[in-house]
């Protein structure tokens, strides 16, 4: 095998020359029973992952709507999701601290607590939590659905088996939707 060949090889494998660039794209569509279904992208090839995209939809009974179609129904927004056996506070004390750092809401359940803010003070928030000592289960901006949809258990089947096909495409980053699980 010549060297320029190895050469060429070794250069495309360690990413110089590399001249891909990458989009961010967003995919919006139904599922099961009408659940509004969002999926973030990043892709060299548009059309590869459209059609995978699309392909993951028609399988699960579900279909690839246009741009804007379900987005209405989510809002963007920081999650701080925190165990509460992790924590020595009070409720009281975790409301305050979230809220008078810049939190949008909170919620307490028996498990967890759930603390919702804006994009833009998410890093505020979660900061602020942080020099507390507060670990947290999950901390990211995400899409936030205005309203659910239940499902029975032969849809849920469905829906389920949607998701875990399209986070299993490589370009996939996140899916949203509003089933309620």
């Keep these: 095998m010549p060297n320029d060949t190895i050469n060429n090889a070794i250069k495309k494998a ?12 967003t995919y919006e569509g139904y599922g099961v029973n009408g659940v509004a279904v969002i999926v ?22 579900g279909n690839l709507g246009t741009t804007g179609c379900v987005s209405y129904l989510f809002s963007k927004k920081g999650v701080i999701v925190i165990d509460r056996t992790t924590t020595d506070l ?9 809220l008078d750092n810049g939190a949008e809401d909170f919620e307490a359940s028996d498990e967890c607590y759930e603390i919702t803010t804006s994009p833009e ?6 900061e602020a939590l942080e ?3 507060l670990e947290f289960l999950q901390a ?5 659905p205005s309203t659910y949809i239940k499902l029975d258990e032969k ?16 370009d996939v980053m996140n899916v949203y939707h509003n089933w309620e699980e």
Excluded: C, P, W
């Excluded at 009070?90 to 979230?98: G, N, P, V």
């Excluded at 990211?140 to 936030?144: D, I, K, L, P």
């Design 14 to 25: 360690s990413g110089a020359n590399n001249s891909e660039n990458y989009e961010e794209l």
């Design 155 to 170: 849809d849920a089947e469905k829906m389920q088996r949607l998701i875990d096909n399209l986070e299993d495409l490589d």
């Design 131 to 133: 020099a507390q000592g």
């Design 40 to 61: 973030e992208a990043s892709t060299d090839n548009k059309n590869r992952t459209a059609a995978d995209v699309r392909h993951v939809f028609d399988r699960a009974g």
């Design 90 to 98: 009070s409720e009281d004390d975790m409301m305050m601290l979230a």
């Design 121 to 126: 003070d998410f890093a505020t928030v979660r």
């Design 140 to 144: 990211e901006v995400q899409m936030v």
